[in-house]
């Protein structure tokens, strides 16, 4: 079984030089990563008891799955994580082999997908940040990804929910009224509910430890951690 999307990849395959320009195409995820990055440091921190302050992250290891061009495997290495990132998209890699080689971050890239990348129990905390919702077979997917969390581990999962209220902001809003997001980025049919996905990996032995919505302040500019889960969420579960 494979979990790739080809008709996914291709897609961001094409707008991949773009990964690290912060008014490119993807502008939305730039703005979107400062949040992200405080979310899961702070629930690392808290789960594993770290105290270390320069480098908090330290001996942590990591797998990023769906890296893109690496917009969250390198503020987690420069924390202290050991960074293993994968994505299915070879000019993703690329890109993201080149900014981080140029930082001097040791991050090692892989163009692979979860189910082909061996060594179960590995990594202490998996990021399935805004990628469920690009593969092909869920429930495959997240089997795959979950046979490589190591037990106590973290799986970090941030997604769109699928609702009325998810396709009238994610899509028609920001790819159709707002351009934040070239149109047909996302398919609201791929779209997970938060019980779907709760169900999915205590299937596979994962408990949900955490479930906040993500929603962006137009005011402030600035994307919060908010109870309203309709739009965007991010779960945190626990291996069993």
């Known amino acids: 079984m494979n979990t790739v999307n080809t008709k996914e990849i291709e897609k961001f395959s094409k707008i991949a030089d773009e990964w690290w320009d912060p008014n490119g195409k993807f502008k939305p995820l730039h703005k979107f990563n400062p949040i992200r990055i ?29 890296c893109g061009g690496g917009l969250l495997s390198e503020p987690m290495c420069r924390l202290g994580a050991k960074v293993t990132a994968i994505d299915a998209s070879e000019k993703n890699i690329n890109v993201a082999k080149f900014h981080s080689k140029k930082n001097n971050l040791d991050i090692d890239y892989i163009c692979t997908s979860p189910e082909k990348l061996k060594g179960e129990n590995q990594f202490d905390v998996i990021l399935n940040m805004e990628i469920v919702e690009h593969v092909n077979d869920v429930s495959f997917f997240l089997k795959s990804c979950s046979k490589l969390l190591k037990k106590n581990g973290i799986m970090f999962v941030a997604t769109l929910n699928k609702t009325l209220k998810s396709y009238v902001f994610a899509i028609i809003g920001a790819e159709y009224v707002l351009r934040w997001l070239p149109i047909g980025t996302h398919e609201w049919d791929k779209f997970v509910k938060p019980n779907e996905l709760i169900e999915i990996l205590k299937e596979n032995k994962l408990s949900l430890d955490k479930l906040d919505g993500m929603k962006f302040n137009l005011l402030t500019n600035k994307w919060m951690v908010s109870k309203d889960k309709s739009v965007n969420y991010i779960a945190k579960f626990i291996k069993n």
Do not use: S
Request: cysteine-free.
């Open 38 to 66: 405080l979310y899961i440091k702070e629930n690392i921190i808290k789960t594993f008891n770290l105290n270390e302050k320069k480098n908090p992250l330290r001996n942590i290891k990591i797998l990023d799955i769906g």
